[in-house]
C-alpha cells in the first residue's frame, strides 16, 4: 500500500490554489468549475480520497461542461461548501490525523513508570528503591486509576501486579494491552506465585516480562533499562528521516504537540523555520537522483552542524525541512538561519565530473498566544517561505501579520508578454527566446500579433503584469495610435516600443504618449531580455496603479 | 531502462504516476500540457506514452492527431480518462489509442498494465 500523504496534501493545496485564484476574480465560468470538479474526481480517488471523489461527482450532475455562464463568489462558494471543509488546511483531516496518532510519549531524560500494586507496604517499598534509581514513578492500587493515568500521564513502562483484591491482573493487560503496544509501553507482570503455569499464561499476554516476587531492585532495574533502550530504538527508527538522519514528520507532529502544550502551561518563545532547497529539481534533472540525495545529507549535515545543540531538524518532505528553535525570537532567529545559509552557500556538491553551489529559502514563524493550532504556524512559516521564494530565493523572511497566503501567491502569476509586429520573422524569433524566460519559477505567456487592431481587440485580464513589445511602425493603425488607444484602456501594461535608429521624434512622442521604454532596431536580444527583466522587476508588487 | 512519458496537467496525479513507476524501476519523463508533450516526443524517444485526456495547450486526443501513424506503429500511447466518458475512448480509438486507464485508478493497476503493454 503506497503512502499517499504527500500527494494529498499537495492535491488538496493546489485545490486551494485554484480557489484561490478563483477569489480574484468577479467571476468565474461554469465550465472552469466543471473542469476543477473533473480533476478533482479524477485525482482525489486515485490518491485515496474517495470521499472527495465521490463529493466532486455528485456535484458535477448540475454543472454543465461547456457553459460559460458567470457564476460570481457567492454561488461557487456555496457550491463548494461541502468540499470546503474537506481542504482547509487548518482543519484538514490529514494533519489531524497526524497529530492524533502519534500518541507515543516523547523521549524523556527521566521515564516515567506506572505501577499498579494494592499492597501499599510493597508500593511504597518499590516507590522508594526505583526513585533511587532516577525514574519517575506512579503508583495506583485500584484498576480504574490505573486505568486513568496509563492514558493521561503516558507512562514509559506499565508494572501490574498479577494478585489484585483477588482478582487476576492480566485482565487488565488483556484490556489496554494492544494501546500499550501500538504506543510502544513495555509491561511488566510481577506476581509472589512463581508457578510455571502462571508464567505461561502471562507470556501469552502482550506482556513483556514475568518477574517474581520478591523483586530485587538492581535486577529489575536492568530489565527496565534494557526493555526502555529497546523501545528507544524502536521509536528513533520510526522518527528518523533514513536518508538524511533527521526527524522525520511523525516526529515533528509529536514535538508540536508538547510545544503547544508546554506554551500554554508556560509561554516561553519559540520559532518554527521551513527551510526549501532552491533550484533542487534542477540538480535532480542534471545531476540525477543520486547526487540530489547527497545534496539533501549535505544539507541535513549544514543544519546539524550550524544550528543551536537545542534546535531540532526534520525532513518535511522532499527537499522541505523545518527547523523548531526553542527560547528564540523570530528576528535572532532570522540571523542565525541566514548565517546558517551563509554556510551552505559555500558547500560545493560534487557530481562525476562538476560541482556545484546552491542555495535555500527559509520562512519563519513565531509561536504565540493567537496560535491556536500548530498547523497555523507552519502555515505562517509556509506563507513567508512563498514571499522569499517569490523575492528571488536564497532568503530569509519572517512572517509578517496579515500576510495572506493568497496574496502572495496571486503575486507570484505569469509574466505574460505580448508582441505587435508585423515582421513574422522578428515574431517568431521573439516568441521562441521570450518563452523560454521565467519569472518567480513560471514561464511566460507569450502571445503574438500581426497588427495593433487585433491585439487592442484582444482582452487582457489585469491579473498578470502585461509586457507589451510594440513595434512603432505597423500596417493600419499606426504603433503610437495603437499605444494611445491602449492607455485609454490599460494604465498598467507595461510598453516597450520597437522603433528605427532614425525615428528619434516617435520615442519621445512614444514616451510622451506613455511607453516604458524603447529599443531601436536592429537590437541585441540578450539586451532586450535584460531590460524585460528589470522593468518587469521594478514593477513588482503586482501592476502599479 | 525503459523510457515513459507521462503527460498531465494534474501535477499530482502525475507525480503519483512518476513515482509509483519509478519505483519499478522505469524512467519517467513528465510533461504538464500537450505542447510540452509534442515537443519531448519530437526530441526523445521513449517506450510508452501516457497521455491525459483532458489537458491545456494540446488535449490528448490533439496531440496523438499530429502524431504520424509510423510513430504510432512503434510506440504505445495509454490514454487516461474519466470512467463514464464512452465517447472519449471512442474519439481515442479513431486517433490510433489502443490502451485505456479510467481514473481513478490504483497503482498497482497502473503497474499492471505498464507491464502487460512493455513485455
Redesign the interface.
Known amino acids: 500500500m503506497?503512502n499517499?500523504e504527500k500527494?494529498q496534501q499537495?492535491?488538496l493545496k493546489?485545490i486551494s490554489k485554484r480557489l484561490a485564484g478563483w477569489h480574484k476574480q468577479d467571476a468565474i465560468e461554469e465550465k472552469d468549475i466543471y473542469?476543477l470538479l473533473?480533476?478533482i474526481?479524477?485525482?482525489?480517488?486515485?490518491?485515496g480520497l474517495?470521499d472527495l471523489?465521490n463529493e466532486a461527482e455528485s456535484m458535477m450532475g448540475s454543472i454543465r461542461p461547456e457553459a460559460t455562464d458567470p457564476w460570481d463568489e457567492e454561488a461557487w462558494s456555496e457550491l463548494f461548501q461541502p468540499i470546503l471543509l474537506n481542504f482547509d488546511f487548518g482543519d484538514g483531516d490529514l494533519i489531524d490525523h497526524g497529530f492524533s496518532s502519534s500518541a507515543s510519549q516523547p523521549l524523556q531524560e527521566q521515564p516515567t513508570i506506572l505501577i499498579l500494586e494494592d499492597d501499599l507496604d510493597f508500593l511504597h517499598y518499590f516507590r522508594e528503591n526505583m526513585e533511587s534509581y532516577g525514574y519517575n514513578v506512579l503508583m495506583a492500587t485500584t484498576e480504574e486509576r490505573a486505568l486513568t493515568l496509563f492514558y493521561d500521564e503516558k507512562p514509559d513502562l506499565f508494572i501490574i501486579d498479577y494478585y489484585l483484591q483477588g482478582k487476576n491482573g492480566l485482565h487488565i493487560v488483556g484490556e489496554i494491552g494492544t494501546q500499550a503496544n501500538s504506543i510502544l509501553t513495555p509491561i511488566i507482570v510481577i506476581s509472589a506465585d512463581h508457578s510455571k503455569e502462571l508464567a505461561r499464561r502471562v507470556y501469552e499476554t502482550t506482556a513483556i516480562d514475568f518477574i517474581p516476587k520478591p523483586i530485587d531492585f538492581e535486577m529489575m532495574n536492568a530489565i527496565i533499562r534494557n526493555r526502555l533502550l529497546h523501545v528507544y530504538s524502536l521509536k528513533k527508527q520510526i522518527t528518523t528521516d533514513k536518508l538524511t538522519k533527521t526527524y522525520n514528520r511523525t516526529y515533528l507532529y509529536e514535538l508540536l504537540d508538547r510545544k503547544k502544550k508546554s506554551y500554554k502551561r508556560k509561554p516561553e518563545p519559540f520559532c518554527l523555520a521551513i527551510l526549501d532547497l532552491d533550484d533542487f529539481k534542477q540538480v535532480n534533472d542534471t545531476y540525477g537522483h543520486v547526487v540530489g540525495d547527497q545534496v539533501l545529507r549535505n544539507l541535513s549535515e549544514v543544519l546539524h552542524t550550524k544550528t543551536r545543540p537545542e534546535d531540532v531538524v526534520v525532513r518535511y518532505g522532499g527537499e522541505e525541512f523545518i527547523v523548531v528553535m526553542p527560547n528564540i525570537h523570530k528576528e535572532l532567529a532570522q540571523v542565525r538561519l541566514q548565517e546558517v545559509l551563509g554556510h551552505f552557500k559555500q558547500v560545493t556538491h560534487a557530481s562525476d565530473n562538476d560541482s556545484f553551489t546552491l542555495s535555500f529559502t527559509t520562512g519563519i514563524a513565531e509561536m504565540n498566544a493567537d496560535i491556536k493550532k500548530m498547523e497555523d504556524l507552519i502555515v505562517q512559516a509556509d506563507t513567508a517561505l512563498y514571499q522569499g521564494k517569490r523575492s528571488g530565493k536564497g532568503v530569509v523572511v519572517n512572517y509578517e501579520d496579515g500576510l495572506e497566503l493568497n496574496e502572495i501567491l496571486q503575486m507570484e502569476k505569469l509574466v505574460h508578454i505580448s508582441i505587435v509586429d508585423d515582421d513574422q520573422t522578428i515574431r517568431e524569433m521573439l516568441q521562441d527566446r521570450l518563452s523560454e524566460l521565467s519569472f518567480y519559477d513560471s514561464n511566460a505567456r507569450v502571445e503574438t500579433y500581426e497588427d495593433g487592431e487585433s491585439f487592442l481587440e484582444e482582452t487582457h485580464t489585469t491579473k498578470y503584469k502585461h509586457v507589451v513589445l510594440l513595434d512603432g511602425i505597423l500596417p493600419g493603425k499606426d504603433g503610437l495610435d495603437v499605444l494611445d488607444d491602449l492607455r485609454e484602456k490599460d494604465q498598467d501594461a507595461i510598453v516597450i516600443m520597437l522603433t528605427g535608429r532614425q525615428q528619434g521624434d516617435d520615442i519621445i512622442r512614444a514616451l510622451d504618449l506613455g511607453a516604458d521604454d524603447y529599443m531601436t532596431k536592429p537590437f541585441s536580444m540578450d539586451e532586450l531580455v535584460a531590460r524585460i527583466r528589470r522593468i518587469v522587476r521594478r514593477h513588482k508588487g503586482g501592476r502599479k496603479g | 531502462m525503459k523510457r515513459i512519458l507521462v503527460a498531465d496537467d494534474?501535477?499530482?496525479?502525475r507525480?503519483?504516476i512518476t513515482d509509483?513507476l519509478e519505483d519499478e524501476g522505469y524512467e519517467l519523463v513528465e510533461a504538464a500540457d500537450g505542447a510540452e508533450a509534442l515537443s519531448l516526443i519530437e526530441k526523445q524517444s521513449f517506450d510508452l506514452v501516457i497521455l491525459d485526456y483532458?489537458m491545456p495547450e494540446y488535449t490528448g486526443i490533439e496531440v496523438a492527431e499530429q502524431l504520424s501513424d509510423e510513430w504510432k506503429q512503434q510506440t504505445p500511447l495509454v490514454m487516461?480518462t474519466?470512467k463514464t466518458q464512452e465517447d472519449d475512448i471512442q474519439k481515442s480509438k479513431d486517433v490510433g489509442i489502443r490502451y485505456f486507464m479510467a481514473?481513478?485508478?490504483?497503482?498497482i493497476e497502473l503497474i499492471q498494465m505498464v507491464e502487460e503493454i512493455l513485455t
Do not use: C, R, W
Not at chain 1, 474526481?41 to 490518491?47: H, L, M, N, P, R
Not at chain 2, 494534474?10 to 496525479?13: G, I, P, S, Y
Open positions: 503506497k499517499y500527494y499537495l492535491f493546489n473542469q473533473h480533476t474526481k479524477g485525482t482525489a480517488a486515485s490518491i474517495d471523489s | 494534474e501535477d499530482v496525479l507525480m503519483l509509483t483532458m487516461l474519466a481514473k481513478p485508478f490504483s497503482p
